[in-house]
């Protein structure tokens, strides 16, 4: 099972990004994706999730509004689209597959992770 997550960049506040992740070695329709993010010296924190059937989708406060998590099934590939980029949106990002649920400890398996920097 191979997760690859891309897209990650350097960004000004108020910009946007879309991150990809693309998988093989799975059945990618089977699984719920999310999305995780992690800072230096912080926890890992949930960012969005859609389920399997793309029927619900779930966000943190922190990014509802501004993210929009989506998937292609025939492309086998999960996306997170980041408008209004802020600052305190700088993190190294991960893209994981499970049941879906936002606790990380959920989640089956995961992306190398990609890093967004947000500059003020």
């Known amino acids: 099972v191979q997760l690859q997550a891309s897209g990650g960049g350097l960004v000004q506040a108020g910009g946007f990004l879309r991150l990809s992740c693309a998988s093989s070695?799975?059945?990618?329709?089977?699984?719920?994706w999310a999305w995780f993010r992690q800072a230096p010296g912080k926890e890992r924190e949930f960012v969005a999730a859609?389920?399997?059937?793309?029927?619900?989708?779930y966000y943190a406060d922190s990014v509802k509004g501004r993210f929009t998590i989506s998937r292609d099934n025939a492309k086998n590939t999960v996306y997170l689209e980041m408008n209004s980029l802020k600052p305190e949106d700088t993190s190294t990002y991960y893209c994981?597959?499970?049941?879906?649920?936002?606790?990380?400890?959920?989640?089956?398996?995961w992306g190398q992770g990609t890093q967004v920097t947000v500059s003020s």
């Open positions: 994981a597959a499970g049941p879906f649920s936002l606790r990380s400890d959920n989640y089956n398996y």
């Open positions: 070695g799975l059945t990618f329709s089977r699984f719920a």
């Open positions: 859609i389920s399997w059937s793309d029927v619900a989708t």
